[in-house]
């Protein structure tokens, strides 16, 4: 029997191919309309993030396991995401957990400057290097609880947080700009409902998105380790 030829091993034009059925089926019929949001789905090679046995599932409709307990959302969400936080090409963003570093490499494609914290150190080193690999020079890594935000680098345009808060962090809150927008998962440790807080002169103001799962933001405003 001859045995199954895996996708991993397929060439970079047939994953161009799946990029693009996943674009035009997944993301364009479900409102992803953005223009600069739509073209770094088709050039971020979401394959490269992932382990060469899941390669064949890079593209579907779904989340995968990326290693200690995190995983490396499904593209509808990380294109909703990248959507609602509407950064503009001038503008610098703030992501709250790097994770295998897809989701940086997508802000990293329309944002001036990215700033990605990861809390675990073999996870943020690995994406580093692939980001690194794939010739993202407009993104700066740190290791640490992102709950903290950067606050040396603020303020920011936009902040993303990957994970599930039980509330928003007020350090990031306060390191938001003039403008600013803050898209987070708020909720409990299985769902959430995803927010966007806009910073404004008159104040704060919270929209809901949708619902979402994501996994726990473990640190000092998030959730306690284990």
Known sequence: MRKRKERADLPENEFERMRELMVEQQLVPRGIRNPGVLDAFRKVPR?????KDL????????????GEGQTISQPFMVACMTQCLDIKKNERVLEIGTGSGY??????????EVYT??????????????????GY?????????????????????????????????????EQLAEGGRL????GGSWSQELRIVRKEKEGMREEYVCGCVFVPLVGEHGWREG
């Open 47 to 51: 394959h490269r993030f992932v382990e």
């Open 55 to 66: 390669q064949n599932s890079a593209y579907d409709d779904h989340p995968l396991p990326i």
């Open 103 to 112: 989701q940086a490499a997508i802000l990293a494609e329309i944002a001036a």
């Open 117 to 134: 914290v990861e809390r675990i150190d073999s996870i943020a080193k690995k994406a580093e290097a692939l980001l690194r690999e794939l």
């Open 137 to 173: 020079n407009n993104v700066q890594y740190r290791v640490a609880d992102g709950t903290n935000g950067w606050p040396e680098k603020a303020p920011f345009n936009g902040i993303i947080v990957t994970a599930g808060a039980p509330r928003v962090p007020e350090p990031l809150v």
């Open 183 to 186: 898209l987070i998962p708020v």
